[in-house]
């Protein structure tokens, strides 16, 4: 417990440095200014704003990236609410009672009950990282090969499973990222692959442009033949009154606990993350509420319950990454990267070698929240007012910025062209309907699914049941199995299916 | 890899025994990047005795790939699906000649020229685009962008023409 206490002193001895501070509420106010443009969700948020912390100390650059990540994740709830266009994945849920709330004139109070849950999740999700980060990095101390790479096929499974359409095209893209993360210099041999000599691909492909092509430029060029124009629907009375009432808070306070503990845990598991927990804490509400039939109607809870949900999933996705040094989704891969340009390798090693980064961080998650608070409620009717530019000028103001952000990372023309391209490939997987998320994760998780799967079989000597006979890496391999077994199970593929036949018709 | 996997641009008309459309061209093109990257790592080192080679896990991964690839065609053929979703050309066109321009021309010409250049050749994707207004933006969004990414954010990178400045 002291120990508990000690470390988040250091914590915020390292946070509330004025400079911190400062870069924390940047960071949260940039990313909630570019969270907002509809279409540009929290991957390409941070993405696009990734570059412009390369200048700073690595922990300041982190807690930078930190704010712009929960900026990015409040943004996107606060076009849910007022325009109906989810900024990303997470907030879709939030639009059902979100939306009409605000067609109710009930704007005000789903904005602030948003970020009022947003904040005690964010409470108590601090806490939690502090009191599980120790133990669950000895836990890590007791993976060997074989397990790290157990959790991460467990990982990937859980992004397959929760990745929206087909199973199989989800496991596709995870294949083709893994591919992917294929070229460039081998890790053991140090030969080149699939680099074809160009002297940019000896490192590999980046990881931020690969992003920032698949998720930025493929977004733009998809907005720009979708007609966005009309896709646009701006509530037109002016909100008024911005404080939910007490009733308000009676009824959504019960929502924002279950919300909390709920996203907490499936935060913690690899591949949860944030969507998966707003989705269950909205449904978990619509079952034990007394009157089912007030959801989709602009009932509090069903905008309480997934907001606190989301991001208490955000907060504690932390644990896998800092812990384990194993993203649990796009955006936690995003800070790999972004560490890895810092030079920290993020795993057990970070916590012990660099405690005042880690508990810094963490701390600055809290206080990223609390800038959240204070940014957006007086700032809502300006980010009403940034949806009002038209798209015609908002995307070639994207493009520039992304295509001098990317060049900004290395100073490679070529990083920008690679870019471009993958916005092209990005473009043809939304045509399609293939999901990019899978494909970023499995890029990011090829290097270090390849190594550990070399390793293991090294150390037993080829023999590949090395994987079921070590218990702790057979209990991961049997979970991911028994996802895999629920996910094709039809009862649970119901939702599924009822999509699929509407777009048939 | 930056080979663009665009087979099924313009395939409209489709055999009718394929009931699939989207996904059996998917699949194929996902075959296609399977056996482009299996040719890629021909040359590397395999298995040796139960170490892993240089080309062991990329071929690993090339070859389930191929069976994935293969399997969401097969799918296509049996199973109805959506067709292929029209391509727009206009903004994908456009929007990579903006990307291709500012990529060519940030050395030699600076940020200034080719953040602005980029913008407006951007601003061809849409036919939405007012020019005045366009331009009027296009010109304060590349100051805001000069000032910020050197100056605020400490950027390393040139801001006019080469030969301007020597």
């Known amino acids: ?505 | 890899m930056s080979d663009t996997p665009s087979a099924g641009a313009g395939k409209s008309i489709t055999p009718k025994w394929i009931r699939g459309p989207q996904d059996f061209v998917g699949g194929l093109a996902l075959m296609a990047v399977a056996l482009f990257a299996l040719w890629a790592s021909s040359d590397l080192q395999g298995m040796h005795g139960f170490s892993f080679g240089a080309g062991t896990a990329p071929r690993m991964f090339a070859v389930l790939l191929l069976g994935l690839g293969a399997v969401i065609a097969l799918m296509g053929i049996l199973q109805d699906g959506p067709h292929v979703a029209r391509y727009a050309w206009r903004g994908p066109l456009f929007v990579s000649l903006a990307i291709l321009c500012f990529a060519v021309a940030i050395r030699p010409l600076g940020l200034v020229v080719s953040g602005l250049a980029s913008f407006l050749i951007s601003a061809l994707g849409t036919p939405e685009t007012r020019w005045v207004e366009t331009i009027i933006v296009g010109i304060c969004l590349t100051i805001g962008c000069a000032l910020l990414f050197p100056y605020v954010l400490g950027l390393p990178m040139p801001l006019f023409p080469r030969f301007l400045v020597q």
């Not at chain 1, 601090?126 to 991460?152: D, H, N, R």
């Open chain 1, 1 to 505: 417990m002291a120990d508990l206490f000690h470390n988040l002193a250091l914590g915020f001895g390292v946070a509330v440095s004025p400079i911190n501070l400062m870069l924390c509420l940047i960071g949260a106010l940039v990313g909630t200014l570019v969270g907002v443009l509809p279409g540009i969700g929290t991957i390409a948020t941070v993405a696009m704003l990734l570059p412009i912390t390369f200048g700073l100390p690595p922990v300041g650059a982190l807690i930078m990236l930190a704010g712009i990540y929960y900026g990015a994740q409040y943004g996107g709830s606060t076009t849910s609410i007022l325009v109906n266009i989810p900024g990303e994945a997470t907030s879709v849920v939030t639009t059902l009672d979100g939306f009409q709330m605000a067609k109710q004139g009930r704007a005000g109070p789903a904005l602030a009950i948003a970020a009022i849950g947003s904040f005690f999740a964010g409470c108590v999700a601090t806490v939690l990282i502090a009191v599980l980060g120790a133990p669950l990095t000895k836990l890590a101390l007791a993976f060997g090969p074989a397990e790290y790479f157990s959790l991460m096929v467990l990982g990937l499974i859980f992004a397959v499973v929760l990745a929206k359409g087909s199973l199989l095209k989800a496991i596709a893209m995870i294949v083709f990222g893994l591919l992917l993360s294929m070229v460039g210099s081998d890790i053991e041999t140090g030969a080149s692959r699939m680099a074809f000599n160009v002297p940019e691909l000896a490192d590999g492909l980046g990881f931020a442009t690969v992003a920032m092509g698949v998720f930025g430029f493929a977004e733009i060029i998809r907005n720009l033949d979708a007609g966005a124009e009309m896709d646009r629907q701006l509530v037109q009375q002016k909100i008024s009154g911005l404080m939910p009432t007490k009733k308000d808070m009676i009824d959504a306070f019960p929502a924002i606990c279950r919300g909390t503990v709920l996203g907490s845990i499936l935060g913690i598991l690899p591949g949860g993350g944030a969507v998966i927990a707003s989705f269950a804490a909205y449904t978990l509400e619509k079952k034990i509420a007394k009157d089912p039939s007030r959801f989709g109607r602009g009932a509090i809870e069903g905008v309480a319950a997934p907001e606190s949900a989301n991001n208490a999933a955000a907060q504690t996705s932390f644990i896998p990454l800092l812990t384990l040094g194993i993203p649990p989704n796009a955006v936690m891969a995003l800070m790999v990267g972004a560490m890895t340009i810092h030079g920290i390798v993020p795993g057990p090693q970070v916590m012990q070698k660099q405690p005042e980064l880690v508990w810094g961080m963490i701390t600055s998650m809290w206080i990223g929240n609390l800038m959240l608070i204070i940014i957006n409620l007086p700032l809502v009717g300006i980010w009403v007012r940034l949806l009002r530019v038209p798209y015609r000028l908002m995307f070639p103001s994207i493009v520039v910025f992304c295509a001098i952000g990317i060049y900004s990372i290395n100073n490679a023309p070529v990083d920008v062209v690679l870019a471009g391209a993958f916005g092209l490939v990005g473009y043809w997987l939304i045509k399609h309907e293939f999901e990019p998320a899978p494909l970023l994760l499995g890029m990011v998780l090829g290097p270090l699914m390849e190594e550990n799967l070399r390793r293991a079989l090294l150390i037993s000597r080829g023999d590949w049941s090395v994987f079921i006979t070590r218990p702790l890496s057979a209990v991961l391999m049997a979970g991911a199995a028994g996802l895999l077994v629920l996910a094709v199970l039809p009862t649970l593929r119901k939702k599924r299916d009822e999509v699929f036949v509407e777009s048939e018709g």
